[in-house]
């Protein structure tokens, strides 16, 4: 496991740096229902609730609002009330939730694809379909959480098929609840504050340099003029990742050293 050694002689990894990231992504939100998808933003999550953001609604997975937080896989001790499909659509349809999403392919201005690759016709590869998609990047603000940054997914041009919407397509009514957030990947942070909508670089994981960002990104990024380092955890916050939310160590499974 690769890790890093902060200011207060921390050694903390590459999957905890993303962790620390994702939940910076909820931070400000308050009361609204994080819906984490994958290990470390479920994480992210879990960890914003018990330190900077305690409103944040969390669920257990399935249809139970957690009133505790729970460690990673564990059912959680206290429940708060049901969340039924239906209930969590109207969470969705009125821009109660902040999604993190993941992303087979993205584009330069927040288009998504886990529809299929390739023509749609006939495509060369078959995936999740448009599942959430669309309603999420309509109707409630959206992040994503790529694990590999990579070209295959920072695609250059258009993705091969608009699953969740980007910057640009939506006018009028249609657009006035969009809200695309920030992108976590395993190399660094993003948003969407070029000109245009358009994705540019927030900050660098430790260990990584901007050099190599833009080498695993198939378009131009905007590089403002000081980028900074993603922040380091607490000495609490790593206490609460290690001991109380994933003891099991899940995190480095999904984040590579």
Known sequence: MTTTTTGADLAVSRAEYCVIACAEAWRGDGEVLAAA?????????????????PDLLITDGEARLAADVPALGAAPAAVEGALPYRKHLELVAMGHRHVMMGASQL???????????????????????????????????TSYWIPRHSTRVFVPGQVDVVSGVGYGRLHGPAGRFHDLRRIVTDLAVL???GEGHAVRLLSVHPGVTV?????????????????????DPSAEELRLIREVLDPRGARDREVRG
């Not at 998808?37 to 953001?53: C, H, I, S, Y």
């Not at 006939?122 to 409630?140: E, F, K």
């Not at 050099?211 to 922040?231: K, N």
């Open 37 to 53: 998808m994958g290990t470390v933003p479920t994480l992210g999550a879990r960890l914003a609730k018990l330190t900077f953001e």
């Open 191 to 193: 948003d969407f504050g």
């Open 107 to 141: 584009d330069r201005h927040g288009n998504q694809n886990i529809s299929a690759i390739g023509e749609w016709s006939r495509p060369s590869r078959q995936l999740l379909g448009m599942r959430g998609a669309p309603g999420n990047t309509v109707n409630n603000p």
């Open 211 to 231: 050099d190599q960002v833009v080498a695993a990104t198939g378009f131009p990024l905007v590089l403002p003029g000081d980028i900074a380092s993603t922040r």
